[in-house]
T-cell receptor, first 116, second 112 residues
Framework: EAQVTQNPRYLITVTGKKLTVTCSQN?????MSWYRQDPGLGLRQIYY???????DKGDVPEGYKVSRKEKRNFPLILESPSPNQTSLYFC???????????????FGPGTRLTVL | GQNIDQPTEMTATEGAIVQINCTYQ??????LFWYQQHAGEAPTFLSY????GLEEKGRFSSFLSRSKGYSYLLLKELQMKDSASYLC?????????????FGKGTRLSVIA
């Protein structure tokens, strides 16, 4: 089954304790991205990756890191989480950004992070 | 900056038709998506427009006018399960832009 998986789905942590949220897709997609969703602010892009070893900042990259060592995986790293990073996080993937056809993004189920 | 506007909330009656509008002012345009998101769940793809006009898909239709920076999503024969948030997203041209920018979403409540 084609899917994007994220782990963990729920996480409560404390300020400053490094954490990683994993994201994996099994569709051989080139493009992957991370979003955070906050009430009243909508979905905002944190980082995206066009392909292996190619990553770029989105609109709200501060406090986050990513890596794309393999095509299927795109982990999100919070080196020193702070309470303002409490949010709902979504990973997404699509085949490519450069196709002329509607390139649907497939979203993972979300990770609800609380930083105390 | 990029600006995408949608109404925050709408309410409609079961069986009726509702139109959710989206206006955008962006630097470059490379297509517009509509997504549906039920509370606590991931967004799911509904429609895509890159040329002017209407795209119909069952009970859902989406319209685009690039000259006006305007799109709408039309939902017919509303059902209770259509209660959800509807997200408008604009795909921007690269390089130099975030690839996909979302509006804040419209929360639709369908009432009996």
């Amino acid at each position: 089954e084609a899917q994007v998986t994220q782990n963990p789905r729920y996480l409560i942590t404390v300020t400053g304790k490094k954490l990683t949220v994993t994201c994996s897709q099994n569709m051989n997609h080139e493009y992957m991205s991370w979003y955070r969703q906050d009430p009243g602010l909508g979905l905002r892009q944190i980082y995206y990756s066009m392909n292996v070893e190619v990553t770029d900042k989105g609109d709200v990259p501060e406090g986050y890191k990513v890596s794309r060592k393999e095509k299927r995986n795109f982990p999100l790293i919070l080196e020193s989480p702070s309470p303002n990073q409490t949010s709902l996080y979504f990973c997404a993937s699509s085949l490519s950004l450069f196709r002329s056809t509607p390139d649907t993004q497939y979203f993972g189920p979300g990770t609800r992070l609380t930083v105390l | 900056g990029q600006n995408i506007d949608q109404p925050t909330e709408m309410t409609a009656t079961e069986g009726a038709i509702v139109q959710i509008n989206c206006t955008y002012q962006t630097s470059g345009f490379n297509g517009l998506f509509w997504y549906q998101q039920h509370a606590g769940e991931a967004p799911t793809f509904l429609s895509y427009n890159v040329l002017d006009g209407l795209e119909e898909k069952g009970r859902f239709s989406s319209f685009l006018s690039r000259s006006k920076g305007y799109s709408y999503l039309l939902l017919k024969e509303l059902q209770m399960k259509d209660s959800a948030s509807y997200l408008c997203a604009v795909r921007l041209q690269l390089p130099g832009n975030t690839p996909l920018v979302f509006g804040k979403g419209t929360r639709l409540s369908v009432i009996a």
